[in-house]
T-cell receptor
Framework: TQLLEQSPQFLSIQEGENLTVYCNSS?????LQWYRQEPGEGPVLLVT?????EVKKLKRLTFQFGDARKDSSLHITAAQPGDTGLYLC???????????FGKGTRLSVIA | DAGVIQSPRHEVTEMGQEVTLRCKPI?????LFWYRQTMMRGLELLIY????????DSGMPEDRFSAKMPNASFSTLKIQPSEPRDSAVYFC?????????????FGEGSRLTVL
């Protein structure tokens, strides 16, 4: 069974600051996804990665994936209040297995 | 296009009562998932279906929980009898299975409170 750790668990920052959150797996994964969940809603996909060492950018969000395919990070530049939410990473062991989610990082950006 | 639709959005019930949660997946999606979310345990997979067939129910906590998918457009998660520790947000998600890159589309969740 994959163990998926996310850190930090909580993060509160001022608008305009930069931040990085992390996702670490106990073993190699075939693919990883990052989701964002806002209060009262379900998670929404931000990005999917399948290649070790890959970097993807989504506006002010930069996603990096470790070469060993066991870890990932999400960096947000110049955070805004609209970035507030729960950031979840999720992975699959193999192509036909369902997603396993981490517990998430709860981000609060204060104006 | 309509997303995943769950009902009810909120349910408050007393211990021992039966609870039924409902889900309508996105049309054309052939995989359906039930997750439970709590602060302590995060998002936990309870059960998932492919083409209406249950594939893995190992996440179902105990025999009090059951799930059905009688057709491609409807699924239920039933708890009988309910207990206070079942209080959580229950999410239904669907996807068009495309191997290991498939995106999950979640409903807005059903918040269950068992008194």
């Amino acid at each position: 069974t994959q163990l998926l750790e996310q850190s930090p668990q909580f993060l509160s920052i001022q608008e305009g600051e930069n931040l990085t959150v992390y996702c670490n797996s106990s073993s190699v994964f075939s693919s990883l996804q990052w989701y964002r969940q806002e209060p009262g809603e379900g998670p929404v996909l931000l990005v999917t990665v399948v290649t070790g060492g890959e970097v993807k950018k989504l506006k002010r969000l930069t996603f990096q994936f470790g070469d060993a395919r066991k870890d990932s990070s999400l960096h947000i530049t110049a955070a805004q209040p609209g970035d507030t939410g729960l950031y979840l990473c999720a992975l699959r062991d193999s192509g036909n297995t369902p997603l396993v989610f981490g517990k998430g990082t709860r981000l609060s950006v204060i104006a | 296009d309509a997303g995943v639709i769950q009902s009810p959005r909120h349910e408050v019930t007393e211990m021992g009562q039966e609870v039924t949660l409902r889900c309508k997946p996105i049309s054309g999606h052939n995989s359906l998932f039930w997750y439970r979310q709590t602060m302590m345990r995060g998002l936990e997979l309870l059960i998932y279906f492919n083409n209406n067939v249950p594939i893995d129910d190992s996440g179902m906590p105990e025999d009090r929980f059951s799930a059905k998918m009688p057709n491609a457009s409807f699924s239920t998660l039933k708890i009988q009898p309910s207990e206070p520790r079942d209080s959580a947000v229950y999410f239904c998600a669907s996807s068009f299975a495309t191997g290991y890159t498939g995106e999950l589309f979640f409903g807005e969740g059903s918040r269950l409170t068992v008194l």
